[in-house]
C-alpha cells in the first residue's frame, strides 16, 4: 500500500463547478498535511497548508480527518486557471524532513 | 526576491560522465531536500538535509550524493550518471518540519 495515495484522474469539469480531491495516508503519526499545484513542467508549488479544525483560502478549502487518515481539497467556482495537477503531501512526524508526495490528481477545467 | 534557484535547468550528457547540479536558496531555511520525479511514480525523495553538514537519504538515494558546506547550497552530485538517472529534478527548501517547501524550477536531465 503506498503512504499517500490519490485518485489520479482525470477530473474533467466545466467551468463554475464544485470540485473535490480526496487523499488517504497511512502513517498515524503524521503530523503536517499540504496541497500543492503543479502545472505540466513545471515545479510544484504550495497551495496550501491543512490544519486540524480545517481551513479556507478563497474558493479552496482544505480538511483533516486524523481518524480516518484522509485530506480533502473542496474547489469551488472553479476557474480554466485552476486545470493543474493537485498533490497531496504528508510531513512524516517521526522523521525530520520525511515528507511524501501523492502521485497527483489531474484536473482539466472546460469552459 | 524568495526563491531556490536550480542550475542547470536542462542538461544532456554521456554515461559515466560526473556531473553536478546545484542548488541554492536565499530565505535562510534549514531544510533542503533533492526530489525527482518520473512519470507514474510521482516525486520521489533522494537526499535532504536538516542543517549544515546534516544530510540524510531519502527514498532513492542510490547513485546520488549531496553535501551541505553552507546554509544556502546543497548541491546534488551523480558521480557516474546512468541512463536511468534520466528524470527531472527539483531541489526545495523551508524554514522548518510543519511548514511547506519552496520548489525549485527543476533540471531536466538525459543521461545517454
Known amino acids: 500500500r503506498k503512504e499517500v495515495e490519490q485518485d489520479p484522474g482525470p477530473f474533467n469539469v466545466p467551468e463554475g463547478a464544485t470540485v473535490a480531491f480526496n487523499c488517504t495516508y497511512s502513517n498515524s503519526a503524521s503530523q503536517s498535511f499540504f496541497w500543492y499545484r503543479q502545472d505540466c513542467r513545471k515545479e510544484p508549488k504550495l497551495l496550501m497548508s491543512v490544519y486540524s479544525s480545517g481551513n479556507e483560502d478563497g474558493r479552496f478549502t482544505a480538511q483533516l480527518n486524523r481518524a480516518s487518515q484522509y485530506i480533502s481539497l473542496l474547489i469551488r467556482d472553479s476557474k480554466l486557471s485552476d486545470s493543474a495537477t493537485y498533490l497531496c503531501v504528508v510531513n512524516i512526524k517521526s522523521s525530520a524532513s520525511k515528507i511524501i508526495f501523492g502521485s497527483g490528481t489531474r484536473l482539466s477545467i472546460r469552459p | 526576491e524568495a526563491q531556490v534557484t536550480q542550475n542547470p535547468r536542462y542538461l544532456i550528457t554521456v554515461t559515466g560522465k560526473k556531473l553536478t547540479v546545484t542548488c541554492s536558496q536565499n530565505m535562510n531555511h534549514e531544510y533542503m531536500s533533492w526530489y525527482r520525479q518520473d512519470p507514474g511514480l510521482g516525486l520521489r525523495q533522494i537526499y535532504y538535509?536538516?542543517?549544515?553538514?546534516?544530510?540524510d537519504k531519502g527514498d532513492v538515494p542510490e547513485g546520488y550524493k549531496v553535501s551541505r558546506k553552507e546554509k544556502r547550497n546543497f548541491p546534488l552530485i551523480l558521480e557516474s550518471p546512468s541512463p536511468n538517472q534520466t528524470s527531472l529534478y527539483f531541489c526545495a527548501s523551508s524554514p522548518g518540519q510543519i511548514y511547506g517547501y519552496t520548489f525549485g524550477s527543476g533540471t531536466r536531465l538525459t543521461v545517454v
Open positions: 538535509s536538516m542543517n549544515v553538514e546534516a544530510t
